[in-house]
């Protein structure tokens, strides 16, 4: 993986493809929908849209060209977040990768070149730090798993989350659309490792630590962090990394750095941070 990517437009994606796109109100949401599903359409993958109720869902994707003979086909579905996400119990990210590794199988099963899924997923973010903390975990899982396989997935928030819970969110996700915001981090598990890449300062610091520590989950054992394909890292990034470090240890969790540059070995070593050959 290389450093983030900012969009202007959730077209030209292909499988593997995994955005975090925010909105700012019902028409700029149906806009990026409409663009993102008929790219898709053309595309011949199968179609998923979730958002918070069928109604809002219908109104979205009311441009569709199609939408009706797309939907009585099967060929567009139509899911709300609970039904989707949290099934009345909450979501569970390792069996929410699971139902969509399943749903791509399905679409692979009935001709399709893949699935695409547009999915308004606000509400998770705002369920509370525990929601927060399974929604990371999901976001780090399901972006390994479009690695994997033919899926591309456009997570859409809502910009009145406001920056700090968009935040740690956005680092875990390869493409990104911020408002105006251009990206500058990207926290990956594609790879034998999490990795970093990109560039970690004061403005992503604190987003970068919630992110990797919610990753990590909890119980004991070891967590590697390879830095080879981080360009840029200032004191608020090492003392972020630092932070994470002790957070991770009350966890029973080591937290090991590898493969800095030499240029962000020198600021780690500011904390007393050890860095591993990669």
Avoid: K
Avoid at 78 to 88: K, M, R
Avoid at 216 to 239: K, P, T
């Amino acid at each position: 993986m290389t450093a983030p990517r900012g969009l202007t437009s959730p077209t030209g994606l292909r499988p593997g493809d995994h955005v975090c796109w925010t909105f700012a109100d019902d028409a700029d949401l149906a806009e990026a929908v409409v663009s993102y599903l008929d790219e898709g359409r053309r595309r011949d993958e199968q179609l998923l849209l979730i958002g918070a109720s069928r109604p809002a869902l219908l109104t979205a994707c009311a441009a569709l060209p199609d939408r009706d003979e797309l939907l009585a086909g099967g060929r567009l579905d139509l899911q709300t977040t609970g039904d989707a996400y949290a099934g009345g119990s909450g979501l569970a990210p390792l069996e929410q990768v699971e139902r969509y590794r399943a749903a791509v199988q399905e679409a692979l099963g009935s001709g399709r070149t893949g699935l695409r899924v547009a999915a308004d997923v606000t509400a998770l973010i705002r369920d509370g730090r525990s929601g927060r903390r399974r929604l990371h975990a999901y976001e780090q899982l399901a972006d390994v798993l479009m690695g994997a396989v033919p899926m591309t997935a456009v997570c859409l928030y809502d910009e009145s989350v406001g920056a700090e819970e968009l935040g740690p969110v956005a680092v875990l996700h390869p493409l990104q659309h911020l408002g105006d915001r251009q990206p500058q981090t990207h926290l990956s598990g594609r790879g034998p490792r999490l990795s970093l890449h990109g560039e970690v300062d004061l403005t992503e610091a604190e987003h970068v630590r919630t992110a990797l520590v919610d990753v990590a989950g909890d119980g004991s054992g070891e967590l590697v962090l390879d830095l080879s394909d981080l360009d840029f890292l200032d004191v608020a990034g090492g003392r972020a990394l630092y932070g994470a470090r002790r957070d991770l240890a009350a966890r029973g969790i080591r937290l090991r750095l590898a493969g800095a540059p030499r240029h962000v070995r020198r600021c780690l070593g500011l904390f007393d941070l050890a860095v591993e050959p990669a």
